[in-house]
């Protein structure tokens, strides 16, 4: 018996050890993973507009702050377009961007049926800054550009249309999140070449969005690690509860034979909260349970019940004048 007290007191030790390393390492990835996240998040927030002014040819300007009056494309004198792109980022980039614009012809199924303009790339560099911001102002042939689309229209397309595009493109590195970024954004315009009457209202784009990357590649990671911490750590609280619990084999027996001792003899016994002064009485210890009993119906007192250590000992008295009856109820080693 006490070989296995050792035994379960050493394996105690340990598997608390081993819990509390599993708690320290818990708390070390669960906080590694709450600051990957944040510093794996970048935040960008990107607004972007593209249209154009129309001057026709009695001098008229339409923009879109002046949209109450139509004008037919064939009063159309000059067109400016001009596009602005702002993106910002909460924290330090480096790298470059490019744009470039292009201009096509289409029909209205969408398909392309000319090219009739394409700038050049231009590039730029972004050393620890956080804000690109690209606005250009173009002229667009307008006129030109409806001659062509007469010369080569099909005699099924009626709905002809001058789409300008504007493409951006980075590449961007950010030390925190370790990581390259790629991304393009295309802005659209759309200039009809239908004669009828029209309501100025350029296709423009515009856009607002804030969003954090998924750049998170270690969080599962950091997740999978805590969770098996966590698992390890219940485990060994389990194990020792049960160890400990092996270490104390009277508790159950101990339990289940007082609650027989009581039901069986429930009609004499009273439960007390403290166990009384005995110290002015003659104190008479006896054997047998039954012995206590008849003290009991003899001299028509109750048994009182007081449990004196829990789960281990529980002392019965009858108390008289001058003498005490006791009976003193445990699980001995020596009894098992």
Known sequence: MKKRRVLFSILIVLLTILTVISLYFLYYFNAKRKNNNYQNALKITENSKMSYDVITSNGTLYNSNIKTSSYTTDDIKDITAYFNYNLVFDKDVEGNYTYYIVGNIVDDTNNILKEVYRSEDYKYEITNGNIINLTNYFDVNYSSFKSTYNDIKTNTSTNGRLVYQVVVSYSLYNDSIDKNMS???????????????IKYNPSSTYSFKEFSNDLHANDNTYLIICLEFSGASL??????????????????????????????????II?????????KKDVLFVDNFDDLVEASSTFMLPIDYVEIAKNMEAVFLVIMDKYTYVYKFSIKDDKK
């Open 183 to 197: 991304y393009s954004k295309t802005l659209e315009m759309t200039i009809p070449f239908t004669s009828t009457n």
């Open 235 to 268: 485990l060994f609280v389990l194990i020792i509860a049960l160890l400990m619990e092996s270490m104390n084999p009277h508790k159950n027996i101990y339990a289940s034979e007082l609650k027989k001792l009581i039901e069986k003899n429930k009609s004499h």
């Open 271 to 279: 439960k007390i909260s403290f166990l009384p002064d005995l110290s």
